[in-house]
């Protein structure tokens, strides 16, 4: 990202600081949270792009973010930075001849990365699709998971796609959100001014918008955390699947594969040749969702046919 001149700083502070208000009237956004910032909120607010800061910054920010998760929630929690592994593009394949729809993954995902219960935030979206079609619009989200799976039914988990080709990135005004070598698009929950354009430009509707502060209880805190992944994110940002990267950029599997009572997920490294990933994508009948959308997802789905 290009060094910013002094009249881009002015331009960004300005977005930052009032583009939530000027955007209200037409999509419902506002700041009015950051009235009632308790003390050091605001260094967090106004502080640099993440792809700016040096790793002493960084350091810095994530103390002042542990003694605030301290104290607003009584939990002790560590942050790291694990930074993408040279090489490594990350990919997940789904088995939906497997998924039993009993959405385990995604009460793991909830637990695993913080998300807010009240209100409530899920990353993953799981669908009960009619047998024979691949139609989104004949899926039933509100499905009773105490009676699966159904006969005449198969299940179909949707998060982020973590796309090639993100049109998320392409629509955030202040560059809030990339993506990384990796192939994980993140988001600098600090820098984002919670427009929701990438809400509005995401075909698969991964995106979650923080609304209030996220309730969640002392004892249900992940203390173990990501600072582009599962910390606790602010008011007023969007957030969404980051695979895990605080587990998967140190060698672990997602929460969400972890739980999984069928092994219907596989997660790796599509730049090995000899992972599991790689053989399906290689050997199996794999689909995207939305191909048309030409958005390039790295999550694809499969049948055992």
Known sequence: MATETNNEVKRRSFLKAGAGVAIAGAIGATLAPLRNMKSGTLDGFFQQHYTRLSKDDIQGIITRLEGEIGRDYGAKVTIKDPKPKSGVRFAYALNLSRCNGSRRCVTACVQENNQSRDPAIQYIKVLEMPSGTF???????????????KEGKYYLPVQCQQCENPPCTKVCPVEATWKEPDGVTVIDYNWCIGCRYCMAACPYEARRFNFSKPEIPKEDINPDMGYLSNRIRPVGVVEKCHFCLHRTREGKNPACLEVCPTGAR????????????????????????KEEAGTVPAFFYYFDV
């Open 135 to 149: 139609d989104l619009e004949q899926s039933d989200h509100y499905y009773d998971d105490e009676q699966v799976p």
């Open 266 to 289: 596989v997660f790796g490294d599509l730049n090995d040749p000899e992972s599991e990933i790689r053989y399906i994508i290689k050997n199996k009948r794999t689909y995207v969702l």
